[in-house]
Nanobody, 125 residues
C-alpha cells in the first residue's frame, strides 16, 4: 500500500512563493508517476502538475506554467511543488497523488490510485 503525506501549505500574500512536499512510503517510489491536484471551495478538483518516473517528463496546467515547478527526489521518496508568483486564484487544498507502478503520468485524477490528505494553500491579495 502506497501512503502519501503532504506538507508545506500556509497563508501567503500574492506574489510570494511556497514549496509543497509529498513524502511517499510503501511501493517502489521511482516506479510511480506522481501528480499534484487542487480543489478550491465549491469547485471541482483540478490537475496542477504531474511528473513521470522517467527523468525529465513533466506536465503542467496552463495557468501555472512558468510559475510552478514539479520535481522529485528519488533518494528521499519525496515530490515537490515549487510555487512562485502566487495568485489569489491559487488558493485551494493541494493534494498529491500516485499512479500504479510504471504507469505514465496523466492529467486525469481518476487515473491515480493513491492520494494524500491534502495541505491548504491560501493566497491573500
Amino acid at each position: 500500500q502506497v501512503h502519501l503525506v503532504e506538507s508545506g501549505g500556509g497563508l501567503v500574500q500574492a506574489g510570494d512563493s511556497l514549496t509543497l512536499s509529498c513524502v511517499v512510503s510503501g511501493g517502489t517510489f521511482n516506479e510511480h508517476a506522481l501528480g499534484w491536484f487542487r480543489q478550491a471551495p465549491g469547485k471541482e478538483r483540478e490537475f496542477v502538475a504531474t511528473i513521470s518516473w522517467l527523468p525529465g517528463v513533466a506536465f503542467y496546467r496552463d495557468s501555472v506554467k512558468g510559475r510552478f515547478t514539479i520535481s522529485r527526489d528519488n533518494a528521499k521518496n519525496t515530490m515537490y511543488l515549487q510555487m512562485n508568483s502566487l495568485e489569489p486564484e491559487d488558493t485551494a487544498a493541494y493534494y498529491c497523488a500516485a499512479r500504479g507502478p510504471l504507469s505514465p503520468p496523466t492529467t486525469w485524477g481518476s487515473e491515480y490510485e493513491y492520494w494524500g490528505q491534502g495541505t491548504q494553500v491560501t493566497v491573500s491579495s
